[in-house]
């Protein structure tokens, strides 16, 4: 799977990184810059996802979207389909056009909108990805949790570098009975829960 990324998916990877680095590197904060994770947390993520049970595979917050080219390497091998999410017209068009720029347009299926408001409350998610605004992550855990296939899973991320604003959810996590969780230290932390 990573020794085999498609050209136009590396290519796309990498533009986005660069656009990363150079928004990090200005430190100026802008509510439109990418936020996404680094490149050993997308493979992280693609491993989870390739290893999950059958079922829907969501992503809540897709910025520009790089977490879901990563996702869309497992969902081509499994013959899986990613749902995205994301609020911002403007990072929807863009993740729009890395898709269609990755040619992974036939696996990923991006949706405009809050997924709170737009996610069917089917209980099949395999796999989802929450990496939105940080005030929405225990809405988010709260919604996704009864969805989720026994052996399903949540990953959120932010779990170390947004510890403060997220320890509401994941004491909740921790301590919820419907799933095994626990921070896992890869990027900028992933709160890891498996349905039980």
């Known amino acids: 799977m ?47 996802a390739a290893m999950a049970p059958a079922g829907r595979w ?26 995205t999410f994301e609020v911002l017209p403007e990072k929807f068009m863009l993740a729009r056009e890395t898709f269609r720029l990755a040619s992974a347009e036939d696996v990923i299926d991006p949706v405009q909108g809050d997924a709170r408001e737009l996610l069917e409350p089917t209980p099949d998610i395999a796999f989802c990805f929450l990496d939105a605004e940080k005030e929405v992550y225990s809405d988010c855990y709260e919604l996704v949790v009864p969805l989720l296939v026994p052996g399903g899973v949540l990953v959120a991320d932010n779990a170390i570098s947004h510890q403060a604003d997220l320890q509401p959810v994941i004491d909740r996590a921790l301590a919820d009975e419907r799933v095994d969780a626990m921070v896992v230290p890869i990027g900028k932390g992933e709160l890891l829960c498996r349905r039980r």
């Open 2 to 48: 990573f020794n085999s990324l498609p050209r136009d998916v590396a290519a796309r990877m990498h533009e986005l990184e660069a656009v990363d680095a150079e928004d990090r590197e200005d430190g100026t904060p802008r509510a439109n810059r990418l936020r996404q994770v680094p490149p050993d947390t997308g493979r992280f993520l693609a491993l989870l």
């Open 58 to 83: 969501v992503e809540i917050g897709t910025s520009g979207g790089y977490s879901a080219l990563w996702l869309s390497l497992p969902a081509r091998e499994r013959g899986h389909r990613l749902t």
